[in-house]
């Protein structure tokens, strides 16, 4: 039995988020900051759905709004552990630093427009954003590196470990519904690759998402990692 499958799964991505807001009382203001800005992520549902995928949502609102309640939970979940995974593992706190003034309003602006118009060109040139979303990601992250050559290594360690921390997460999906990934996504149309039972779509997807949450906040509020002092 399937039914909210993806409400499960979604909920399983707030553990690890809910137990770093608990332990890291330091991190709280990036994951609720993280947590808003990736709202809007939720709402590109509509072009995972049903083509990439065909989870069951309750009360079937991806058929009414494009998007459901689980996208929400998912992607607040996602920014959490994605976002503080570096610092948790590594032991790092956030410490503010002496940047350009560039004010945090007008690289959010920029970063919206960049997101929004590669999302429109993607669209526009068929362009499936299972695919378009992971490169937006990480040329994101490559340009904030190149900016912030202190976020190079941060970022690319953020995103192994978000990697795997989402790939637990959706073994347990498995341990769960065991057929899930076979009746639920539709990997037959893409690469159609697994690994431990994943779609390898979801790994290049969670890779990405470390990377551009990792250096996203530090970028925007210009503040680096450094050891606690």
């Known amino acids: 039995m399937l039914e909210y499958n993806f409400l499960i799964l979604s909920l399983l991505f707030l ?3 809910f137990l770093v807001f608990l332990l890291r009382k330091d991190l709280r203001k990036m994951m609720i900051s993280l947590a808003i800005y990736s709202i809007p ?11 990439y995928w065909e989870p069951d949502f309750l009360w ?9 309640i689980e996208d929400l939970i998912f992607v607040i979940g996602l920014s959490g552990f994605s976002s503080t995974v570096y610092a948790v593992v ?12 560039y004010t945090p309003s007008f690289i959010l602006i920029l970063l ?3 997101i929004t118009l ?6 526009y040139l068929e362009i499936h954003l ?3 979303a992971p490169a937006l990601m990480f040329f994101l992250y490559l340009g904030i590196s190149i900016k912030r050559k202190d976020l190079l290594f941060p970022g690319i360690i953020g995103g192994i470990l978000s990697c795997l921390v989402y790939t637990l997460l959706c073994y347990a999906i498995f341990l769960i519904y065991p057929n899930i990934f076979e009746i639920t996504w539709h990997t037959e149309k893409f690469l159609n690759l697994k690994l431990f039972f994943i779609p390898i779509e979801e790994l290049i997807y969670s890779f990405t998402s470390g990377c551009v949450a990792t250096v996203f906040y530090p970028v925007v509020y210009q503040t680096a990692f450094k050891n606690f002092e």
Do not use: H, M, W
């Open 130 to 132: 299972i695919y378009g």
């Open 90 to 101: 590594f032991q790092k706190r956030l410490y503010p630093i002496k940047q350009k003034n």
């Open 60 to 68: 079937n609102l991806v058929e009414i709004f494009g998007f459901g």
């Open 15 to 17: 553990i690890p988020s």
């Open 41 to 51: 992520f939720a709402f590109t549902e509509r072009y995972f759905y049903p083509t």
């Open 112 to 114: 919206f427009l960049i």
């Open 118 to 123: 590669a999302v429109l060109i993607f669209v």
